[in-house]
T-cell receptor, first 112, second 114 residues
């Protein structure tokens, strides 16, 4: 079973920041938070991951609360191309190999 | 460099037949994982291969099998197809599948069982 909870859908205006929440209250100390997204009819795409510190890359920022029970993915300036299903996944850094447990994700609609 | 390549992209089979799907990982990647995506169950992990050995297995019946070759290319096979096997089958590769590396997914093979 997925160990994360996400809202099923969200809307965002083009050019505004999209803030996607994720609850992972049972996360273990050795588990990371990963985010992937899947644009319609394509394979999932890696976005970002983190352990306990905030992370930023060219695609997004990841904010993890101090107790690590929740996190927020931030797309700073959403575009229409960011319309996709976003998956938040917790994963032990080792011993998981290529196995990811996907939940239902959040369907983000970016509107003009 | 080239991404993960899956073939065929689309195929139609009838119940009782079998199907073989192929996945070529990114050059240098040694881990290949397979996933099934359906509207009802979402994305589900099938199995993972690393250095020609199955390293992880999901909760699927024995009709689903796979293998990996010495060049890291992988195939998955579904025998005695059922209507419920209609799905998008995704392959993902990673350098080793451990550590901080992400998985890179292919575009998938869409299987329709009639």
């Amino acid at each position: 079973d997925a160990k994360t909870t996400q809202p099923p859908s969200m809307d965002c205006a083009e050019g505004r920041a999209a803030n996607l929440p994720c609850n992972h209250s049972t996360i273990s100390g050795n588990e990371y938070v990963y985010w992937y997204r899947q644009i319609h009819s394509q394979g999932p795409q890696y976005i970002i991951h983190g352990l306990k510190n905030n992370e930023t890359n060219e695609m997004a920022s990841l904010i993890i609360t101090e107790d690590r029970k929740s996190s927020t993915l931030i797309l700073p300036h959403a575009t229409l191309r960011d319309t996709a299903v976003y998956y938040c996944i917790v994963r032990a850094l080792y011993n998981q190999g290529g196995k990811l447990i996907f939940g239902q994700g959040t369907e983000l609609s970016v509107k003009p | 460099k080239a991404g993960v390549t899956q073939t065929p992209r689309y195929l139609i089979k009838t119940r009782g037949q079998q199907v073989t799907l192929s996945c070529s990982p990114i050059s240098g990647h040694r881990s290949v994982s397979w996933y099934q995506q359906t509207p009802g169950q979402g994305l589900q992990f099938l199995f993972e291969y690393f250095s020609e050995t199955q390293r992880n297995k999901g909760n699927f019946p024995g009709r689903f099998s796979g293998r990996q070759f010495s060049n890291s290319r992988s195939e998955m096979n579904v025998s005695t197809l059922e209507l419920g096997d209609s799905a998008l089958y995704l392959c993902a590769s990673s350098l080793s599948g451990r550590g901080a590396g992400e998985l890179f997914f292919g575009e998938g093979s869409r299987l329709t069982v009639l």
